[in-house]
């Protein structure tokens, strides 16, 4: 069955950086568009990045772009978000999501804490 399991969240201070990875199993993953979506405390979902399938073409919301970097590794059915210079802001539980036309798998996401 198709499994996405998130991976390395925590406390970051302001200013930080880090790195998320998202396992992934059960689909050819190289065939899929990936996605990275976030949810903030008490607020709705928030679409991050996009690294779609094709042509290797990458989408990030204006709210991250130039700080967040998304990459994929199909050799290893694994997805990436790097993310540098962390505000308060991006605190939130970040989940990877399989696309095709839409998305139809999430996974159970990982919560990054941005605090001093």
């Known amino acids: 069955q198709v499994q996405l399991v998130e991976s390395g969240g925590g406390l970051v201070q302001p200013g930080g950086s880090l790195s998320l990875s998202c396992a992934t199993s059960?689909?050819?993953?190289?065939?899929?568009?990936m996605n990275w979506v976030r949810q903030a405390p008490g607020k709705g979902l928030d679409w991050v990045s996009t690294?779609?399938?094709?042509?290797?073409?990458?989408y990030y919301a204006d709210s991250v772009k130039g700080r967040f970097t998304i990459s994929r590794d199909n050799a290893k059915n694994t997805l990436y978000l790097q993310m540098n210079s962390l505000t308060p802001e991006d605190t939130a539980v970040y989940y990877c999501a399989r696309a095709a036309a839409y998305i139809d798998y999430w996974g159970k996401g990982t919560l990054v804490t941005v605090s001093s």
């Open positions: 690294f779609d399938s094709g042509a290797g073409i990458t």
């Open positions: 059960g689909f050819t993953f190289s065939n899929y568009g």
